[in-house]
């Protein structure tokens, strides 16, 4: 793709441009496997969806659409979001607990946070089920952790529930510094061993962001990209149906880099020494040291072998020794919908200095979602940090300018944005500060 670049003709933005044009909005819900695949593989045969493209450009999304899971040139769209993409996100467990029967009542004024977050824990202890918030305005000074599986917070609807944060979350949990610029939400997906090591470490980014990995259960033998069969060394320690993290080492030759930037020429030639060190040489940054791929055991083979529910997305190489280890701590089947979180109208700072000022953040959770969230004046409206197949539909922002719309950070896979509107519910009622730097978008 860099030839394109260097013709001045289009770019990586302009590949994807064509891509997402004639896959003609695909990655919405589906029932099974998502058809972004076909209906790209439609719209390059007939040559019409793309209308003018150059041959060349034409040649890479044929390519791509006969066999998108080992293409190396673009990567396999397809199986994204919320149980990749089998199905719309729904509480497993489907019983409601109205918020008003606890004694919990909006238009108060009164903080409810503290009786909010008990609310959310008997839930998840229960083993899940909707905590229901009536129409009106409820004031919070704390952000609401959301630490169980199964557990969903669901207002009236944007605009008629509203959760109004009266404190960022560097001064409402006396933390994090800086560091809520990329992290955090006034509701915050995170299970409690996660959440106790980010306060540990100041929540900062350098040690760890994401899931906790737990121990080794099979070391993998090298494989080509787009297989969806691994042989292991023993299957003894897997379960069919876990999801389980596929670790694959970040040598210092740049074998893994290269097989991540497509394994092509201009991979090959780049000078990672000198413009890559930060990942090449990953000593800063623990969650850089390894590229580690949360996937699902669907089938135990032999007891040498086991299936993945969706193919390799690179290539295992002998210089890139690979393992499957548990995922640790986790929360999955989690949500928040139908409500409004309204953060107190603060100046805006420089970019990266931000208090945490945030909507909905989701960190080491898998198949969790936001559906009908509208955030108002934050820093970033929805975060995703180690997060895997995660939906969020029908989410926008409004307010004062922002620093991230979505932020998709370290280890976020398969993520699915579905009517995704910044600033379509009230437009920006001031300009961005000098400095601030909207992006992320």
């Given amino acids: 793709m860099s030839n394109y670049t260097a013709r001045g003709t289009f770019g990586r933005r302009s590949l994807f441009k064509a891509a997402a044009a004639g ?32 041959t060349d450009l034409q040649a890479i999304l044929d390519a791509w ?59 998840g202890a229960a083993g899940g089920g909707v905590l229901k918030l009536e129409p009106g305005r409820y004031v919070l000074d704390r952000p609401l952790f959301v630490s169980d599986s199964n557990v969903v917070l669901r207002g009236a609807g944007k605009g008629k529930t509203i959760l109004y944060f009266s404190r960022p979350l560097r001064e409402s949990l006396d933390a994090g510094g800086n560091n809520w610029s990329w992290t955090g939400g006034q509701i915050f997906f995170i299970a409690r061993e996660r959440l106790a090591t ?6 900062a980014a350098e040690l760890s962001e994401c899931f906790l990995w737990g121990s080794t259960l099979a070391a993998v ?32 030759n740049y074998r893994l880099l290269k097989e991540m930037a497509g394994n092509i020429a201009g991979a ?18 623990e969650d850089l040291q390894a590229w580690r791929w949360p996937v699902k055991v669907i089938e135990i083979l032999s007891p040498r072998s086991v299936r993945i529910e969706q193919p390799l997305r690179i290539s295992i190489h002998r210089e890139t020794p690979a393992r499957l280890r548990e995922l640790g701590p986790t929360i999955h089947d989690s ?32 198949d969790c979602w936001a559906k009908d969230v509208h955030v108002l004046n934050a820093d970033v409206a929805f975060g995703l940090t180690g997060a895997k197949s995660c939906t969020m539909s029908g989410i926008s922002a409004g307010g004062r300018s922002l620093h991230h719309f979505v932020a998709c950070r370290i280890l976020a896979h ?28």
């Fill in 23 to 54: 896959a003609a909005g695909t990655a919405a819900f589906t029932t099974g496997t998502s058809s972004l695949a076909e209906a790209a593989a439609a719209s390059t045969r007939s040559k019409a969806g793309l209308g003018g493209l150059p």
């Fill in 65 to 123: 659409s006969e066999a998108p899971s080992s293409y190396h040139n673009l990567g396999d769209w397809r199986r994204v979001g919320y149980r990749r993409g089998a199905i719309q996100p729904s509480p497993v467990v489907d019983s409601v607990t109205p918020a008003q029967s606890l004694g919990i009542r909006p238009d108060t004024g009164v903080d409810v946070s503290s009786a909010l977050q008990t609310a959310l824990d008997r839930l």
């Fill in 198 to 203: 980010s306060f540990a470490n100041d929540f």
């Fill in 221 to 252: 033998a090298p494989a080509t990209r787009g297989a969806d069969v691994l042989f292991v060394d023993s299957t003894a320690d897997l379960t069919a149906g876990e999801m389980v993290a596929l670790e694959v080492d970040n040598p210092t």
């Fill in 268 to 285: 090959n030639t780049y000078d990672w020494a000198r413009y890559g060190a930060r990942i090449a040489t990953p000593t800063a940054f």
């Fill in 335 to 366: 949500g928040v919908e139908g409500l409004t979180i309204e953060n107190k109208l603060i100046p805006q700072t420089a970019h990266n200095l931000h208090p945490g000022s945030n909507g909905v953040c989701f960190q080491a959770v898998y």
């Fill in 414 to 441: 398969r993520i699915c944005g579905v009517e995704t509107r910044p600033f379509t519910a009230g437009r920006k009622r001031r300009p961005s500060l000098a400095m601030s730097v909207l992006h992320g978008r």
